[in-house]
Structures are given as structure tokens and as C-alpha cells.
């Protein structure tokens, strides 16, 4: 199964409003990572929080990490018709070798 | 451009069939890695190189192999090619065998198996 789990899968938001997407993991990790997928594209990279931080800002994005929990938040807040894209988190461990995962996306729709 | 570079963009083969997928990761980068992703779907992990070793294996089939080369670009070569590996192939750098410092990807390669 999947390390990174998103949710929702799909997520219908109107513009101007914040959009909070989820992701559940399962073992221990270094870091997380958010990424944004346009349609048919390569994955940019958002945002990486490390273990031992709690949360982190840039721009309008907000990512929270409760490793007790396994879990992470990202918030994008005043949401545009550009954000419209799938996310995804992914996790890296503390061991060479570690294979990150990927989970299957979050996928917001931002209505104008 | 995020530095790390893919060729071909598209590639479209008959079932059956062999091609090599090529990456070039970004400057200073020793480890590589392979994804798979089907339509509407999320990454599959399939290989990863660290300074022109085999790091970690996820779900690779038989029939796809790779090899990162002491230039440290990597190829993935897809053979007996099915319609169900039609796809886009995604390859992504790292400075470190870890990820501690995050990835860059590639565009990605889609592969059309007809």
C-alpha cells in the first residue's frame, strides 16, 4: 500500500476560500514533502517540512506535520482558478535507499 | 526548467516492442529516480540509482530494467512492450540517496503503446 495517502481525492472549492488537503503516513520518516501536478506535467515541488518542525509557511501555502499522528496538512489559502492542479505528499526516511512514495493525489477544482 | 532533463517527450511504440527512456538529472545530483504514473493515477515508484548504483527497487517489472551511468544520467528500458504500459514516466533527481533535501522531476516521458 501506499506510504503517502491524500484526502480528499477530489476537492470542489470556490475561489477566494482556503483548500485543506490531508496526507496520512505510515512509518517513520525525515522529511515530507508537498508537490503540484498540472495536468500531463512533471511535479513541482511545494514546500518540505522536517521532522522535528511542526509547521511551515511560504506564500499563501501553510503545511503542518504531527508525526505522533503520522499526518500532515497543506492549506492554500485564498484559493485561484491557477491552483486548480492535483497534490501529492511524499515522505523520505532517514536511511540511504528509502524509496519515497508517492500517494495518489489530491485533486482540487477552484471555481471562479 | 527544473534541470533535470527527459528525452523523449513522446514516444509512441507497438506492443511488443522495446524503447529506452533517458534522464539527465540536475547538476550535482547522484541519485535518480523512476516513476510510473497511468492516467488519473498517482506515482508508482519503480527504481532508484545513487552514484551509478541500484538504491531501492519498488514495483519493477521484468520486462523494465535501468542503469545509471558514471555520467549519471540513467536510462529505463521498457521491453515486450503492453498496451497497459502506456504511461507517463517520470524521472526525478535528488542530491543525496535519501531525498532529505526534496527532488526535482523531469517533464516525463509519455509512452503510448499502440
Known amino acids: 500500500s501506499q506510504q503517502g495517502e491524500e484526502d480528499p481525492q477530489a476537492l470542489s472549492i470556490q475561489e477566494g476560500e482556503n483548500a485543506t488537503m490531508n496526507c496520512s503516513y505510515k512509518?517513520?520518516?525525515?522529511?515530507l514533502q508537498w508537490y503540484r501536478q498540472n495536468s500531463g506535467r512533471g511535479l513541482v515541488h511545494l514546500i518540505l517540512?522536517?521532522?522535528?518542525?511542526r509547521e511551515k509557511h511560504s506564500g499563501r501555502l501553510r503545511v503542518t506535520l504531527d508525526t505522533s499522528k503520522k499526518s500532515s496538512s497543506l492549506l492554500i489559502t485564498a484559493s485561484r482558478a491557477a491552483d486548480t492542479a492535483s497534490y501529492f505528499c511524499?515522505?523520505?526516511?532517514?536511511?540511504?535507499?528509502?524509496?519515497?512514495?508517492f500517494g495518489a493525489g489530491t485533486r482540487p477544482f477552484v471555481k471562479a | 526548467d527544473s534541470g533535470v532533463t527527459q528525452t523523449p517527450k513522446h514516444l509512441i511504440t507497438a506492443t511488443g516492442q522495446r524503447v529506452t527512456l533517458r534522464c539527465s538529472p540536475r547538476?550535482?545530483?547522484?541519485?535518480v529516480y523512476w516513476y510510473q504514473q497511468s492516467l488519473d493515477q498517482g506515482l508508482q515508484f519503480l527504481i532508484q540509482y545513487y552514484n551509478g548504483e541500484e538504491r531501492a527497487k519498488g514495483n519493477i517489472l521484468e520486462r523494465f530494467s535501468a542503469q545509471q551511468f558514471p555520467d549519471l544520467h540513467s536510462e529505463l528500458n521498457l521491453s515486450s512492450l503492453e498496451l497497459g504500459d502506456s504511461a507517463l514516466y517520470f524521472c526525478?533527481?535528488?542530491?543525496f540517496g535519501t531525498g532529505v533535501y526534496g527532488y526535482t522531476f523531469g517533464s516525463g516521458t509519455r509512452l503510448t503503446v499502440v
Open positions: 547538476s550535482g545530483d547522484l541519485s
Open positions: 512509518t517513520s520518516i525525515n522529511n
Open positions: 511524499a515522505t523520505a526516511g532517514n536511511t540511504g535507499g528509502f524509496k519515497t512514495i
Open positions: 526525478a533527481s535528488a542530491s
Open positions: 517540512i522536517r521532522s522535528n518542525e
